[in-house]
């Protein structure tokens, strides 16, 4: 009956430990058994398993990474991930990845070396194989400097999200390789960037969304025909077709800003779009698809592309490049940019000159078209283009979803921005490049005519006049002067204009016009009309009575006021509801809050009596700091921490007591 009983508790040891595993209650993680790990020294893989670390001779197989590699091959592993705990340093011998891995820096991936010898390259890849997150420089090296990464390798090689400097070619595409992607790199200040000795037709190189500056003399890339070489940023002025000859590149499909530099490489990235919106955001950017599709897109920050020709904007986002890969042709893709939550921002695009007024023409997510120039500068999405040749152009479906601070644009082939032209090219933003008009209105006073109107921000915007004219479609004069804009780029003000040369009887029609800092017209609103109708004449009736007294009772006809307000929203802010952020914005109602109604009701004297209702439109105090940086990304990654494991071993030792006290009163 013992023997019995200890295999009773050692049967009930195993399965109570198996049914706790089956749940995850362990002492930490299992190690993945295709997660290598090197360092420079054996204290550093302290806490790592499968960890290898550099010896002190000069030798190949003294490399920490070699051994990794050699390692991955020995056992057969398959998608091994090799990550380099940096900082970390490479001997004067190269590190030749032979074996499919792929290798990734940690703690900000820094690799470098400590050896004088110079005349090898850091890295030869010459098997499939992605290199990613790794910050790496040739050390100590000058003259000469080190090569940094060699390819030869006949299978696909991914480069990406990485950093080269100090180099003396940052890579080196040999002849008879396989393909090669650079993206989403940062390759600075070596003297070559990018040298393609591959003639294979049936290889490419692929450089897609790095910053290439500043290596060397102008020529920074050199390549055969089989290359792609567009949507990268070059340096300031730089044009693709100076710093990359031969290479087939479309001076159009360029980048003219720098990409945000992250930790590693550049913040870049290339979407599997699906039919919603991914959970976490892209520095505020997101998109769907109802259709499988692939698309780039890039964070400039704050810096402004096509800024010559496009002039700048105050931007409440980042300025992005968004395009679509090569031969690619979805039936719609939806792009949703989030902006700043501030009151020089979120309260402004809110307002009833911009998301505030439900006319998605004025909604304030803007994009240029550098390549056909159907837009005039920066245009609002939902608006046709405003050239002269893009005004035959439909704009595209725009939302404001205010109670997520996001502004949506559909792109398809039915409207600009489209697929076929211009997403290939198209940078976007959120923000105003001209004044917000709240209000533009005539209203008819005594033998004159009076224009108000007011403003919530005047980004650009020099001075304002009046014009008028007697017909809706005739010849407008200009009646008044300049009149100074005193308001700013995240402020407002409120005019008023007397036309005290109207002529009573007459209507005119009258344009507000807004002039840009260059003193070119900015927009025209308008336009209002009012109608001046003449006084009419005081009238003495003679009532004879009994009494000597003569008595008059005057008749008083009041002047008639007939405004024809410019059209403006109800509120100067207007949020969706929180409940419901879905839903596009009202559309503004045809009599506006701004339009006074005269109430003509006689008093018991005779006397007409005018009572006017007026809202008023408020402009926001704004504060807080202009464009602020940029938005924070959001793309991370959480982990879970395992259960204790003396926890489980408790409740095992507990387990097995009860049952041995149960044998125990039972026999």
Known sequence: MAIMKKWLDLFLVFFLLGSLGSQGISAADPQQY???????????????????????????????????I????????????????????????????????????????????????????????????????????????????????????????????????????????????????LQFNHINNNQFAVNSLNANQNAQLLLVANNIIANGTSTQVSCTDNSLVDHNFWGAGVLPSQSAPGCGADDDKRLDAPIVTETTGVAGRLFSLTSTFPANDFYGFKASSPNPVSLYAVNHGDSIPFITDAG???????????????ETSPAEVTLSFSYRDTYDCAAIIQSAAYCGSGDQTKFPLLWYDPKTRVTDKWDKTGDNPQSSVGSIFAGQQTTCRTASNT??????????????????????????????????????????INLNWSTITEFNTLSFYISRSTTSDGTYEKISGDIEAAGGPASGSSYSYTDSTAVAGQTYFYKLVILNSDESIQQMA????????????????????????????????????????????????????????TLALPTVPSTPDGEQTPDLTSTSQGTPTQTATASRTPTPTVSGTPNAGVLGKTDRYTGQNPVPFFLGGIAVLGLIGLFDFYLHRKH
Not at 411 to 425: H, T
């Open 526 to 581: 308008g336009p209002v009309s009012a109608l001046l109708q003449p006084l009419t004449t005081l009238t003495n009736t003679a009532t004879i009575t009994r009494t000597p007294t003569r008595t008059t009772t005057p008749t008083r006809t009041p002047i008639y006021r007939s405004p024809t307000p410019f059209r403006t929203a109800t509120s100067a802010f207007r949020t969706a509801s929180p409940e419901d952020p």
């Open 70 to 181: 050699d390692y991955a091959r020995d056992n057969s592993l398959t998608d091994t991930i090799i990550n380099v705990l940096s900082p970390y340093e490479i001997n004067s011998h190269a590190v030749l990845v032979d074996y499919p891995v792929t290798i990734i820096g940690k703690n900000g991936g820094w690799i470098s070396t400590f050896n004088s010898n110079c005349s090898r390259p850091m890295f030869v890849l010459s098997a499939q194989a992605t290199l990613r997150d790794v910050y790496l420089t040739d050390g100590i090296c000058s003259t000469p400097s080190r090569d940094l990464i060699h390819v030869n390798s006949a299978s696909p090689v991914v480069i990406e999200h990485s950093t080269f400097e100090n180099g003396q070619t940052a890579v080196s595409y040999q002849s008879s390789a396989g393909q090669l992607t």
């Open 407 to 448: 502004i949506e644009v559909i792109v398809d082939n039915n409207g600009r921005p489209d697929q076929l032209n211009d997403l290939f090219f198209t940078p976007f933003v959120i923000g105003y490049e001209q004044a917000g008009l709240l209000s533009f209105n005539a209203t008819p006073a005594t033998n004159a």
């Open 312 to 326: 700048g904007v105050y931007h409440c986002s980042n300025y992005f490049d968004v395009f679509l890969p090569p």
């Open 34 to 68: 295709n997660q290598l790990y090197v360092a420079n020294t054996e204290a550093l893989c302290d806490g790592y398993s499968n960890c290898f670390f550099n010896d002190s001779p000069d030798l190949p197989e003294s490399i920490a990474l070699i051994k990794a």
